[in-house]
């Protein structure tokens, strides 16, 4: 059984920087494409960034190109996302998924996370 845990998730000031991190177990992460979604308050899940597996591209949200970076640590079996220069409208719930490419760019994924809270004050 494939298991995602999320951590990384807390309270930044704007401006600010996190990392989230993704240990999976259970598979390798390297036969999965990886993705980081996220869901604020009232409003669906959207994708942030998706990290294809067979040639390591990466697709971000518009809202976070520039700022945010999908990457993995096969080592580790672990996926990061690193998140700088954060806004308030970068609060949510933030997940991580497994799946393929490229069904999960529309969030179709096989394995979620439980998710970690970013929120980030003005």
């Known amino acids: 059984q494939v298991k995602l845990v999320e951590s990384g998730g807390g309270l930044v000031q704007a401006g600010g920087s996190l990392r989230l991190s993704c240990a999976v177990s259970g598979g390798t992460i390297s036969i999965y494409t990886m993705g980081w979604f996220r869901q604020a308050p009232g409003k669906g899940r959207e994708l942030v960034a998706g990290?294809?597996?067979?040639?390591?591209?990466?697709n971000y949200a518009d809202a976070v190109k520039g700022r945010f970076t999908i990457s993995r640590d096969n080592a580790k079996n672990t996926v990061f996302l690193q998140m700088n220069s954060l806004k308030p409208e970068d609060t949510a719930v933030y997940y991580c998924?497994?799946?393929?490419?490229?069904?999960?760019?529309?969030?179709?994924?096989?394995?979620w996370g439980h998710g970690t809270q970013v929120t980030v004050s003005s």
């Open positions: 990290l294809n597996r067979n040639d390591l591209s990466t």
């Open positions: 998924a497994a799946g393929l490419w490229p069904h999960i760019l529309d969030g179709t994924a096989t394995y």
